[in-house]
C-alpha cells in the first residue's frame, strides 16, 4: 500500500472518532500512532520509536518529549503531541523548543493528531525556528503535499534533502499565506500595487479606498471566471464518455447534451465546489468529477457512472439535491445551493460506501 494510500485510510477514520477522542492519550493512539506507522516506523519497537524520550534541560530533570524517532541509533525527529481538539496556534511550541535545544535532532513536529507542524533550524543552526516549515492536515491536503511527507519516511529519509527543500517550503509556505490574507482582505499597500498601475492621477486616501473595493471585486470576477473554465473544460470532457447512470430506470442517453448545449450556470459551479468542500475531509478532491444532462448536473466518484454521489436539478426555478442510494435517487428540495451543507451525512455516507464496497 503506497502511503497516500495509508494517509487516506487513516484520514478516513477521523470524523467518525473525534467524538471519542477526549485526552492526549487517546489522540496518540488513534491518531499520531497510525500515522508514524505509515511513514515506515515501528511504533513499537524502542530502537525505532523512543515514548516518553528524557530530554533534561540544565538544572530540569525528568523533561520528556512524547516521542523521539530514530534511524541507525540516531535521534532524527521530536514528535510532541497534544490532544486533537488543540489549537497548535497558542503557545505550545515552548516546550518543543527547549526539547530541540538539547537534542541531535534536526526536525521536530508538533502535532494535535490531524495537524502535523514540521520544524527545523533554518534561519539559525540548533535553535529550533519559531515558524514550521511545513504543515501538514491530515483533512485537508494536496498531492503535493504527500511528497513531501515521504521525504519523512523512513526508507526515504535523507537529512540533506529535507534541509535542501525545507527553506524553499518555509518561504513558499508564507507567501501563499500572505496572499490568501491579501486575496481576503486586501492592505493598502497591495491595493497601491494595482492602482498605481492603472490609475493616472494621485493616489489620495479617498482613491486608495475606493480602489479597495474595485480590486476585491476583480478578485472575485478572477476566481469565478477560473473556475468556470476548469468546470466547464471537465463537462464538455466527461460529455463524451456519458453512459448510462446506475440507476437503470433512467436512461441518460435520452437526456445528454452536446456540449454546446450545456447550461453552465453559477449554481452549478458553486454546487460542485460545495460538494467538494463537503467530501475533501474524507477523500482527494480529484475523485471527484462532474457530468451534465440536459435534465441535472451529476457527481461522480473516480469519474464513474456506477458511483453517483448526487445529482443537482438546478435547471428549474425549484431545486432539487438527488442523493444516489443502493440504485435509488431521494430528491430534496433546496431553496439555493448553500443547502447541499444540510446534508453534509449523508454525502459523507455515501462516498465511504463505496470505498468500503471495494474494501
Known amino acids: 500500500m503506497d502511503l497516500i494510500d495509508r494517509i487516506k485510510d487513516i484520514a478516513k477514520r477521523i470524523p467518525g472518532q473525534m467524538e471519542h477522542i477526549k485526552t492526549e492519550e487517546a489522540t496518540k493512539n488513534a491518531f499520531i500512532m497510525p500515522l508514524i506507522s505509515s511513514l515506515g516506523y515501528d511504533v513499537f519497537n524502542p ?27 540516531e535521534i532524527i525527529m521530536l514528535v510532541e503531541c ?23 535532532a534536526r ?66 509556505g508564507a507567501i501563499k499565506k500572505i496572499l490568501e490574507d491579501e486575496l481576503k482582505n486586501p492592505s493598502e499597500q497591495f491595493v ?54 446506475i440507476n437503470t430506470e433512467e436512461q441518460i442517453n435520452d437526456n445528454t447534451s452536446s456540449g454546446d448545449d450545456l447550461e453552465i450556470t453559477q449554481d452549478k459551479i458553486d454546487g460542485y465546489n460545495i460538494v467538494k468542500a463537503i467530501l475533501r475531509e474524507i477523500i482527494d478532491v480529484k475523485r471527484i468529477t462532474v457530468r451534465d444532462t440536459k435534465s441535472y448536473c451529476g457527481i461522480l466518484l473516480d469519474d464513474n457512472n456506477r458511483k453517483p454521489i448526487c445529482r443537482l436539478h438546478f435547471n428549474y426555478s425549484q431545486k432539487y ?12 428540495e433546496i431553496d439555493n445551493v448553500d443547502d447541499i451543507f444540510k446534508y453534509v451525512d449523508e454525502l459523507k455516507a455515501i462516498t465511504v460506501a463505496y470505498d468500503n464496497a471495494e474494501l
Do not use: C
Not at 145 to 156: D, G, H, P, R, Y
Not at 198 to 213: A, N, P
Open 47 to 73: 530502537l525505532e520509536v523512543v515514548p516518553e524520550y528524557t530530554a533534561d534541560i540544565g538544572s530540569k530533570k525528568g523533561e520528556k518529549v512524547d516521542y523521539a524517532i530514530k534511524k541507525n541509533d
Open 107 to 172: 526536525f521536530a513536529i508538533l502535532t494535535n493528531g490531524i495537524i502535523y507542524e514540521f520544524y527545523s533550524d533554518i534561519d539559525e543552526k540548533n535553535k529550533m525556528d519559531s515558524k514550521p516549515f511545513f504543515v501538514f492536515n491530515l483533512l485537508h491536503f494536496e498531492d503535493h503535499q504527500i511528497n513531501e511527507l515521504k521525504k519523512f519516511t523512513k526508507s526515504a529519509f535523507s537529512l540533506d534533502d529535507i534541509l535542501t527543500t525545507a527553506s524553499t517550503l518555509k518561504y513558499t
Open 82 to 104: 497534544k490532544w486533537s481538539g488543540a489549537d497548535l496556534h497558542e503557545d505550545h511550541t515552548s516546550q518543543l523548543y527547549r526539547y530541540f535545544s538539547v537534542t541531535e
Open 321 to 332: 439535491l438527488g442523493l444516489v442510494n443502493n440504485k435509488n435517487e431521494e430528491r430534496f
Open 192 to 245: 497601491r500595487f494595482f492602482a498605481s498601475q492603472i490609475y493616472d492621477g494621485r493616489l489620495t486616501q479617498q482613491v486608495i479606498e475606493q480602489f479597495k473595493s474595485i480590486v476585491k471585486e476583480a478578485r472575485n470576477q478572477f476566481i469565478s471566471e477560473r473556475l468556470n473554465e476548469r468546470l466547464k473544460f471537465a463537462l464538455a470532457t466527461n460529455e463524451d464518455n456519458s453512459t448510462a447512470e
